[in-house]
């Protein structure tokens, strides 16, 4: 899938496999491949280093984008897949089990977007029903109780709204999850590997350590869904992502996460390989940090963490 | 949904506001929006906004909540003067803010502090729907936090009666974190053995919903009061699917195992009182 602004970079791409199959084995054309091909590196270079929030918000988006899938395939030595609620059923949206991460063994989940037209609609596109929230708080007390490091990667447009997940109450599900994460004595680190929107992925991001892909995003709504109810129109989504500073780099500069982890030129989608690397390494170092570390001493940092975000200031003036 | 919401909205300014509580507009009467028949607004103000034919509950100010639930004289309200800060320049958000101070004479969606109920101390957090849909942000978040803090620290109950539309968009990802804010505090709290009972009143929707107000040992709820996590209107636009009569109401919730009992307004304090008297 090419998006609107990646239209230029296609376009040279292009030219240069026309130029290529064109000139067969000659070396005819290659003065003019080379100088397509070092415009089409401009190109990306322009074009990548002046995304919008809602460029990123569409390269977090892209179906091309390494998923839960790729990562928990290249970076986990052994994944040992455990499912159900115990309550309803099992979530394809949620995924998880235990896991060997480098030296560690590890709980790993995450949302799964699926790889295919099947594989997406079965997993509902990331976006979970209670039972897969309930599957999650699993996951989180298992961890617990055998004292093993939680590894969450997110990836989803919102916690599903739809009548069966308000009806074997969601907001409950969500709730469970920030309540049990808040209280779990053992390192829990999440990356945001695409999507992260709503209470949905605050339920597996409210961690002791919050790294975020460059072109991931972050936030409370989706741009488009803001766009309606605010400005009372939808196709004023890029004002609204903008507005709600979405991007790895609000984040950053606000304190909310702890690393941006960068894509390669072109998106994550464009070399999957380096992207998953640089998320592993990163998965690596944060695990090797956070082991040793004493279990209150974590849960007394989770604790000061998220008790202090906030915009509010007191009447004299001193923000809170 | 946007119509139930505008017609609340015109009720409420027909309500008299005088210091002295009783005024000219005492001898106005008004429609139940619910049942049509004439209600005169001294008689719905004496019922704390329900309706004496229907038994509709209309929305109540934190206020008047507090009025409700508290011993005469008790409440010593916490925390008030914490304003919300616009961090991230979101178009017109001052302006609504101060509309909304204005309008409430509150700093923010939410009173607390601590209050005695049927003579018991407890820590005490209501929040408002008037002022701006009764949406957390930063403010909310805080002073629910401090509250439950409060209550740990002085070992005390502790009672939060939520109405909220839900998210306070404009603090964008702040206002996620609240979510957050509140669990980390309130898992806390439920270490301690003192109890937590939850008020649902319409209507109670999205972060505020899948954060504190659904973390509590009881949950209560009002009928009629209508709870979930996304709203109605916005799930019929997006799965194109018509939604049962009652969806998401109190008794709704209750039937699908997610409220411990439904409770008319008048009869709150008197079970919480009751509930209270079972637990430390």
Known sequence: MILDFERPIKDFEDRITELRRLAGPSEELRGEISRLEEALDAARRRIYSNLTPYQRVQVARHPERPNFRAYRDALADDFYELSGDRVFGDDPAVRGGLARIGDHNVVLLGHDKGTDVNSRVKGNFGMAHPEGYRKVKRFYELAARFGLPVVVLVDTPGAFAGRGAEERGQAWAISDDLMTLARIPVPVISVIIGEGCSGGALAMCATDYVGMLENSYLSVIAPEACASIIFRDPSRAAEAAEALKVTAADMKGRGIIDEIIPEPLGGAHNDPQVTIEAVGQGLNRVLNGLSETDPEKLRQARYERYRRIGAHATENGQVG | ?280
């Open chain 2, 1 to 280: 949904m946007r119509n139930w919401l505008s017609k609340r909205r015109e009720y409420s300014r027909t309500v008299p506001e005088t210091e002295s509580g009783v005024g000219p507009m005492d001898s106005v009467f008004t429609k139940c929006e619910k049942c049509g028949e004439p209600i005169y607004e001294k008689d719905l103000r004496a019922r704390f906004n329900v309706c004496p034919h229907c038994e509709f509950h209309y929305p109540l100010s934190a206020s008047e909540r507090i009025r409700l639930l508290t011993d005469s004289g008790s409440f010593e309200e916490r925390d008030a003067g914490i304003l919300a800060d616009d961090l991230l320049g979101f178009e017109n958000y001052r302006q609504r803010l101060q509309k909304a101070r204005g309008r409430t004479g509150l700093d923010d969606a939410i009173l607390s502090g601590t209050g005695a109920v049927g003579g018991k101390r407890v820590a005490l957090a209501v929040l408002d729907f008037s002022f701006i849909g009764g949406s957390m942000g930063s403010v909310v978040g805080e002073r629910v936090a401090r509250t439950v803090e409060l209550a740990g620290s002085e070992e005390l109950p502790l009672v939060i009666v939520s109405a909220s539309g839900g998210a306070r968009m404009f603090e964008g990802v702040y206002l996620l974190m609240q979510m957050a804010k509140t669990s980390v505090a309130l898992s806390r709290y439920v270490e301690g053995s003192w109890p937590y009972i939850s008020v649902l009143t319409d209507p109670t929707f999205g972060g505020v919903t899948a954060s504190f107000a659904t973390a509590a040992d009881v949950v209560l709820a009002e009928p009629g009061a209508r709870i979930g996590f996304t709203g109605a209107r916005v799930i019929e636009q997006t799965t194109k699917e018509r939604l049962p009569e009652g969806f998401q109401t109190a008794e709704f919730q209750k039937e699908h195992g997610m409220v411990d009992r439904i409770v008319h307004r008048l009869s709150l304090k008197a079970d919480l009182e009751r509930l209270l008297g079972f637990l430390p």
